[in-house]
């Protein structure tokens, strides 16, 4: 019994789920993923990899189509397979562009057109060679997730810009006014992608432990600064536009007015979130907000659409026509503020999840030799941190370092103990001692013994 190191209940190699054999030629069945979400994840993405691979091959080899079976009718908007509407988009917006003459070289719509349908192609190209860094996980590389997911997005958004003869008829107001104009989608082709990867930032740089509240205050003041300079300018020109009085605060703009009036209300929430409470309270507080929007979105609409539906389409034809403005930012206030106050990994367990169970730790672990406690596989620490103990091989460990130095992911496990020890002692030294007992010395006649 004096030779068990072990503690009640301990998991042994036997149990299932645990190796008995190591390294990448182990034959026994071993712990990993999950068929869902993992492996699916993983088989879809190669799947939708292979299918863009055949669309891109049908796209370059196309293949020549007969005569038409009627040619009396001609198509009212003729589009390009639904793969390539980025394309079209990113040619459609190249007429933002000004034609200019350079040492007699027209640079024309066509000649934006083309390079900006490249630049996709050449990012993709070039990427490989820019960005040579050793980490593939988007949590230790925000910068580069946050510059894919924006080039997703501006993917997107060209694809619905190419598509926006079909859009503006079709979303309109009862009386037949337009809800999307042309205008609201080229600025969606311009502010979105910025925000998406700004967030897509946030999340990660939070996700990776890293102090955030700087950063987050920077872009939530930038979000009002927006919102506000913008509603100001909006209200300048119907200032100067010429309209009377009754006009500028009619019973329609002083509706208008309560919905800008929430979204900066928004921002400065969002902003004081960030700024002054820290993450528990900031969550409760961003929650709370959150669902005091959506109750009064949902009652004071309702009550415009059943009782006051001009004043509605009033409303949405300036929401919507600045939904870049009025619904961009402040959502994108709210998920930076959100993300911001998320709860992150610890720093070690960020590291640990790159652990993809080798056991090279467990072969040079000299603990493991003597420690029954380190059975089950991988190394103590491993263990630890999963809380398959109860903290014994913590104490146990050498801080050697034979496993971080064979670690084929560089993590460092001593730190980590080190870590773990001088917290486990700091919440000790908080417990208040309970004060000796008393014991009270035996007499004899009044005599001390």
């Known amino acids: 019994m004096a030779a068990n190191h072990g503690m009640a209940g301990v998991r042994s190699e036997r149990e299932i789920g645990f190796p008995t054999q190591y390294g990448p030629t182990r034959s026994d069945p071993k712990p990993g993923h999950a068929l869902v979400p993992h492996e699916a994840y993983r088989d879809l993405v190669i799947i939708l990899l292979m299918t863009g691979v055949m669309f891109l091959l049908t796209g370059i080899a196309v293949p020549e189509l007969g005569k038409s079976a009627n040619p009396d009718v001609v198509a009212a908007v003729e589009l390009p397979d639904w793969y390539l509407l980025w394309s079209w988009g990113l040619l459609k917006i190249s007429e933002l562009f000004p034609e200019v003459e350079i040492f007699g ?68 107001t009862v009386e037949g006014v337009s809800l999307v104009t042309d205008d609201t989608l080229k600025w969606m082709f311009i502010v979105q992608p910025v925000l998406a990867g700004l967030a897509t930032y946030v999340a990660l740089r939070r996700l990776a432990f890293k102090p955030m509240r700087r950063i987050n205050t920077v872009m939530n003041a930038g979000a009002f600064f927006f919102l506000a300079v913008l509603s100001l300018a909006i209200l300048g020109v119907s200032i ?33 979130i960030v700024f002054f409470l820290d993450e528990a309270r900031g969550r409760r507080t961003l929650f709370r907000w959150i669902a005091l929007v959506l109750l ?22 300036f929401i919507m026509t600045y939904s ?27 590291k640990l999840n790159e652990c ?46 034979a496993c971080s130095a064979v670690c084929p992911v560089d993590i460092n496990y001593s730190d980590y103990v080190l870590t773990e020890r001088a917290r486990v002692m700091k919440e000790r030294r908080r417990i208040p001692e309970r004060p000796a007992a008393t014991i009270p010395a035996a007499t004899d006649g009044g005599r001390r013994i």
Not at 296 to 317: E, K, N, R
Not at 380 to 398: E, I, S
Request: hydrophobic residues 50%; contains cysteine.
């Open 105 to 172: 070289l027209t640079f024309s719509v066509l000649f934006y057109g083309f390079v900006l349908t490249n630049i996709p192609f050449i990012l993709l190209f070039l990427w490989p060679f820019i960005d040579k860094g050793t980490e593939s996980r988007p949590a230790k590389s925000a910068v580069r997730a946050a510059i894919g997911v924006a080039g997703i997005v501006w993917v997107t958004t060209a694809s619905i810009y190419s598509v926006n003869v079909l859009i503006i008829p079709r979303f309109v």
């Open 240 to 272: 100067t536009s010429g309209a009377s009085l009754p006009q500028l605060f009619s019973v329609e703009n002083l509706w208008l007015g309560l919905y800008v009036g929430l979204a900066l209300l928004t921002g400065i929430i969002a902003l004081y």
């Open 296 to 317: 009064f979105l949902v009652a004071v609409s309702g009550y415009l659409i059943f009782f006051a539906q001009p004043i509605f389409d009033h409303v949405q034809v």
């Open 324 to 350: 870049h403005i009025f619904i961009a930012l402040p959502v994108f206030a709210i998920v930076i503020a959100y993300f911001g106050q998320r709860t992150p990994y610890s720093d070690y367990e960020f």
């Open 356 to 401: 993809y169970q080798c056991g090279r730790c467990h072969l040079v672990c000299p603990i493991t030799k003597v420690e029954a406690d380190a059975l089950g596989g991988l190394n103590l620490v491993y263990n630890v941190y999963k809380r398959q103990h109860d903290g014994v091989p913590m104490w146990a460990c050498l801080t050697c370092d």
